[in-house]
């Protein structure tokens, strides 16, 4: 078209400034006299025709496949001809068996429009939307595949879109289900410092909505708890229509949820724990503000930059977003919630303990008191077994600590250190298993009071000093708390020069007897020379010597009689 263009604008300046003639400008440019007349009747070359592809195979069949169509007007939305049904019906019923399927395909693409259209269906139509700032956001879940510590596992990517600005937070969870769904809520209010003030857009989610009340428009009836929790927050929530309609109604958070899962989350992420993939997600959301949604000028951040101060302040008081319930702690210290044993303190055994049982964690009360938190798991038929909640049980049963599942699943977390088992060798080398498996679990009941670096810093001084007491540890312990600043190991955050700490001379507890117990080369090795003079009886030979004079007038006593 460009070079046609060209062609014409040639012709139509000769024709101006040198007055050529229309036989003299066809025999210049080499084109027929009509073509000159067009380029000088209209700068603009006319739109080449486009030749009207005959299907002569497809003729014959042409009624065949209108009957199906004009059928396919009547018939369910899920039980209408698709193209590769259509060629399958006319080879089957017509023996078409020259059609291509790209022929069918092309010809049902057009024919089926026009006929919707003869019959008087409603055509779709996409009108653009405006949203205030402030005002409007979206909701949705999303399906995503992880490679969680190891193992591909199904996980639920919650997005909470503000339709304004594009400004959206994505959590991924373990489940769908409403703990998830208040759970995605609450973290999207906190990100983003506010509510929006007219209404959130919703699917007919099972975790928000019991059932769709058809005939009356958008009402709903929905979950108890759903109802608590929106006016807890005060926003009010606008139902979508169900099925692909009501799709189209929330785009914005739809397409999100797609551009994400392609740009963040492919290939799949490998991650130990939901926790590390979603601390990464937020790092993506930060580089996410500096994106353009489409043809916009300003980037999302620039927008959301104007759109928060115009969300409605949060509540006060938060919200607890777990589903409640109350079963029982069985023989083992362990309670079922959805298939999976969870511990609990030992001394709970035969009650009936709250829980509140949230998208990533598990906690478990005793009236307001939290007794145990786990990380909620997975798999079905799983465990989550922490050893400390076995502590005062396996002081007096001290012999099943070492074959004991939560002894084992310790080990696994890294939470039973290589400290600790070099203390517990020790310990029942000097003490015996019995006992000295008990100083071992002492030395474990310090981690409720006391950090777990101060402790292992506390065994490995006890260790250096030959003492395998939970007492010694718990010295040595807050002496390096004492030394040592929160957040810091070198001893800084004393009101001492840093390097007067090297100076101290520091007296540790030492226990003789379990330090020639432990390593009798020690006594020569390793303790300081005795200078002290050996011990000396003439002070008691002198008793033996001594004669008294009784008034008796009695000779000495008999030395055999001195008792």
């Known amino acids: 078209m460009r070079v046609r263009m060209e062609l014409f604008a040639e012709i139509r300046r000769d024709a101006r400034v040198e007055g050529v003639s229309i036989r003299g400008l066809a ?47 009547t018939a369910p939305r899920k039980q209408r001809h698709t193209a590769r049904r259509v060629l399958a019906r006319l080879i089957e019923e017509h023996g078409a068996q020259e059609l291509s399927y790209s022929t069918v395909r092309d010809y049902v693409r057009i024919r089926r429009a026009q006929i919707d259209v003869e019959a008087g269906r409603r055509v779709e139509v996409f009108i653009p939307q405006e949203h205030a700032p402030g005002a ?23 997005v909470f879109r503000l339709s304004h600005s594009g400004k959206a937070v994505h959590r991924v969870y373990p489940t769908q289900a409403q703990e998830a769904f208040l759970e995605g809520h609450i973290e999207a209010f ?34 108890d708890r759903w109802v608590l929790f929106r006016s807890h927050y005060g926003f009010d929530p606008f139902y979508c229509q169900p099925g692909i309609a009501g799709a189209h109604e929330k785009g914005g958070v739809e397409g999100e949820v797609g551009w994400f899962r392609r740009n963040r989350l492919t290939p799949m992420p490998v991650a ?40 409605n302040p949060l509540p006060a008081e938060g919200f607890d977003p777990g589903l409640v319930l109350t079963p029982r702690v069985d023989r083992s210290s362990m309670i079922t919630v959805r298939m999976v044993k969870y511990s609990v303190p030992a001394r709970f055994i035969g009650r009936k303990v709250r829980v509140s049982l949230r998208a990533s964690e598990l906690v478990v009360f005793e009236g307001r008191t939290v007794i145990a938190r786990h990380r909620r798991v997975v798999a079905k038929h799983g465990q989550s077994v922490q050893l400390d ?40 080398r000097v003490n015996g298993d019995a006992d000295g498996t008990r100083e071992l679990i002492d030395v474990l009941l310090l981690h409720r009071s006391m950090d777990a670096t101060d402790i292992q810093a506390g065994i490995t001084a006890a260790l250096s000093v030959g003492a395998v007491s939970a007492d010694v540890v718990a010295v040595e312990a807050r002496r390096h708390a004492a030394n040592t600043t929160p957040g810091s190991g070198d001893g800084s955050g004393s009101d001492r020069h840093p390097r007067a700490h090297d100076e101290l001379k520091v007296h540790r507890v030492v226990s003789l007897t379990q330090r020639r117990l432990m390593d009798p080369a020690a006594v020569i090795a390793g303790l300081p020379p005795d200078t002290r003079p050996l011990p000396s009886i003439n002070a008691y030979d002198e008793l033996l010597a001594k004669r008294t004079d009784h008034p008796t007038g009695s000779g000495p006593v008999p030395k055999e009689n001195i008792s």
């Open 27 to 73: 025999k210049r440019y080499g084109v027929g006299r009509d073509t000159v007349r067009q380029a000088l009747a209209d700068p603009l070359p006319p739109a080449r025709k486009t030749p009207v592809r005959s299907s002569p195979r497809l003729g014959p069949f042409k009624a065949a496949i209108d009957a199906m169509l004009i059928e396919d007007t």
């Open 190 to 223: 906190q990100v983003l410092g506010g509510i929006p003030t007219r209404h959130i857009r919703y699917d007919n989610l099972t975790s928000a909505v019991t059932a769709v009340v058809f005939g009356q428009g958008r009402q709903r009836l929905e979950n």
């Open 389 to 428: 909640h076995y502590l005062e049980v396996l002081k007096t049963k001290p012999g099943a600590l070492p074959g004991s599942t939560a002894l084992a699943r310790a080990r696994a977390s890294g939470a039973f250190t290589a400290a600790h088992e070099a203390f517990w060798a020790a310990s029942r």
């Open 272 to 311: 130990d724990s939901l926790d590390e993939l979603n601390d990464r997600i937020r790092d993506w959301e930060g580089q996410d503000e500096h994106r353009r949604i489409n043809d916009r000028i300003r980037t999302i951040g620039q927008d959301f930059a104007t759109e928060r101060p115009l969300l």
């Open 136 to 158: 409007e956001a979206e909701v949705d879940f999303g399906e995503v595949w992880v490679v969680l510590d190891g193992v591909k596992t199904k996980c639920h990517l919650f």
